[in-house]
């Protein structure tokens, strides 16, 4: 028996690992008084299960307060 029938048979396609490429830019603003960073990236799965995604986005914001 050949090492693919024994994937085939014994794996399901949802156990396939996913392998994303990400790219993200991010600055850094002061709005007032308070720096806040802002991302923003894309994601591409390079591997991916049958039924998976093959791109997503993502958006952040992150508030940064001062050490006290």
Known sequence: RQD???WKD???S???PEVPVNLMVSKL???G??????????RYFAEKP???SEWG????VTIILPKS
């Open 4 to 6: 693919s029938d024994y």
């Open 14 to 16: 949802s156990s396939v």
């Open 57 to 60: 986005l993502r958006f952040a």
């Open 29 to 31: 603003i002061t709005i």
């Open 50 to 52: 049958d039924n998976g």
């Open 10 to 12: 014994n794996i399901s």
């Open 33 to 42: 008084d308070t720096p806040t960073s802002w991302q923003l990236g894309a």
